[in-house]
Structures are given as C-alpha cells and as structure tokens.
C-alpha cells in the first residue's frame, strides 16, 4: 500500500465525528531515519500508551507500522498496523490485574478515567482505546468513509475540525499553540514529508468563505 492507501483504510476503522484525527507512517519514517523526531507525537506521548508499549514486548520503533490515531474530548482511540505478541499483550494484561475475554483486553490505566481496551481487529492490527469507557475499543470498527473524504499522501499528518478548534479539550496539548489563533478555520490540516533528507512542515487551513479567510490573515 501507498501511504495514502494506508491512511484511509485505517481511519475507516476510527470514531470521526468531531475527532481530531492524527496518521503516522511509521515504516516510512523509520525508512528515511526520521521516526525519533516523532517521539513527540500526540499519540506517543499519551502517558498509558507509553506504559502500555514499554511492558508488553512491543517496541514500536521496530514492530509498528503505521498508526491512526482518534482524540475526542478524554477518549483517544488507535488503530494500529504491525507485529504482534498477543500471548505476551494477554499475558501482560493479567498481571496488571486486567482481564481478557473473547480476545477483548481491558485494564486499568495511569488515572481513574483512562481505562485501556484493545482487541485485534486481524492478527497484524489493533484496535485499542484510552477512555473512561472501559469497553471504548468497542467503537474501533470498520465503518465507511465518506465519498468526499481525502487524506493526504505524506506519511504523517494531522487533521483537527471545527469542532476541535472551538474546544480546546478536543485537540491534542501539543497541538493547541498551533490553533490557537485558527479557531475561525472550518479545518486545518499539518501534513509532513520528507525532502531529501529534511522534514517539510505545511499547514492548510479551510475556511468557509473568504471573509473568513481574510479575518485569520
């Protein structure tokens, strides 16, 4: 698959309505060298995902290859596509007092209210959720995307709706210096590529008319 292929098929599996959505080629970072400057990202910074990559077998700069990544208010949720030890990830969830059924896992996370959840979806790709819904992973299906919907073909991107601008708690902590003076945007999308052996950084941001577009210039 093309990275935008990719993309697409992965997100289809996301909760999209007023989410921030957030898709990282990780096989093509990792190709060009560039998967440490991603250290950062949203989604590896999310402090029970961290915990979650460090006690399970799994490192993620060597066994995943991409992710796409949902955040809606105190609900993150991620498909991700890679290798995986599901024997060591049941194994894992049982010692931290967790429990497994069916193939569906949830444990408790670092706070009260990030309960984790995640099933596979195929042997080479998870469904898991950080929510206060211990059952969130739920919601992780394959849905349909919308005919006009389009995904950029860079490896990395991050798309952040009306609805997001308007609310602060709907958009990732290091994301918010960004939008913070776009909150009249319909839409801003940052995408990054790779330029020989530099990262290009772009934003777009959608208005709904051009009055719009001129108050934000």
């Excluded at 059952?135 to 919907?149: N, Y």
Aim: charged share 25%; aromatic share 10%.
């Amino acid at each position: 698959f093309n990275s935008g292929e990719t993309a697409a098929q992965l997100v289809r599996f996301l909760p999209r309505d007023n989410a921030t959505i957030l898709y990282m080629d990780i096989a093509a970072l990792r190709r060009g060298g560039f998967l440490d400057l991603f250290s950062g990202s949203p989604a590896a910074q999310d402090p029970d995902y961290r915990a979650f990559v460090a006690r399970t077998q799994f490192d993620y700069s060597t066994d995943l290859d991409a992710v796409a990544a949902s955040f809606r208010g105190k609900e993150r949720f991620l498909v991700l596509r890679g290798r995986f030890n599901w024997s060591a990830l049941i194994g894992y969830v049982n010692r931290q007092g967790g429990s497994c059924g069916k193939s569906f896992c949830q444990l408790d996370g670092s706070q009260p209210d990030r309960r984790i959840s995640f099933f596979p979806l195929r042997r080479d790709l998870m469904a898991l959720a950080v929510s206060p819904d211990p059952l969130a992973a739920h919601q992780i299906r394959k849905g349909v995307l919308e005919k006009e919907a389009a995904f950029p073909k860079d490896p990395s991107w991050l798309m952040i709706p009306a609805a997001a601008l308007q609310s602060s708690s709907l958009v990732p902590d290091r994301a918010r210096p960004f939008v913070s003076t776009l909150r009249g945007a319909r839409q801003i999308l940052f995408t990054v590529d790779a330029a020989g052996k530099n990262l290009k950084l772009s934003a777009y941001v959608r208005c709904d008319d051009s009055s719009a577009a001129s108050e934000l210039g």
